[in-house]
């Protein structure tokens, strides 16, 4: 008896195992919840959306360009830092927004 015709039948069985491991392995990647396709109804509420005043976008940074004096130099810096903290606080409540709207969306406590 040759070694061929005994790796034949071997090679065949593998071959079947190596394509019903595959499909079994392809089986669990697909999603276990059934989606619907529709819209989820309650983001489309205004209450979804964040309130006007904590999305309006940041101001620009304050131009320095040129000559200035101390004074204006000093003043612009103020101008400058009091939009970046605006910009941080609007940028955190906009994100305590989302944060409490998904966790209300998941049914977690806020």
């Not at 005994?6 to 090679?11: E, G, N, R, V």
């Not at 195992?17 to 392995?25: D, E, F, P, R, W």
């Amino acid at each position: 008896m040759r070694i061929s015709s005994l790796l034949q039948p071997l090679a065949l069985w593998l071959t079947i195992v190596g394509l019903a491991s595959t499909v079994l392995l392809l089986t669990g990647c697909g999603p276990s919840v059934r989606l619907d396709g529709k819209p989820v109804t309650e983001l489309q509420s205004q209450l979804a959306k964040p309130p006007v005043e904590i999305a309006a976008p940041c101001d620009d940074p304050v131009d320095f360009t040129g000559p200035l004096s101390a004074g204006a130099v000093e003043r612009l810096w103020g101008q400058d830092r009091a939009g970046l903290a605006g910009c941080r606080d609007r940028h955190t409540a906009v994100l305590d927004f989302y944060d409490r709207r998904d966790r209300g969306l998941a049914g977690l406590r806020p």
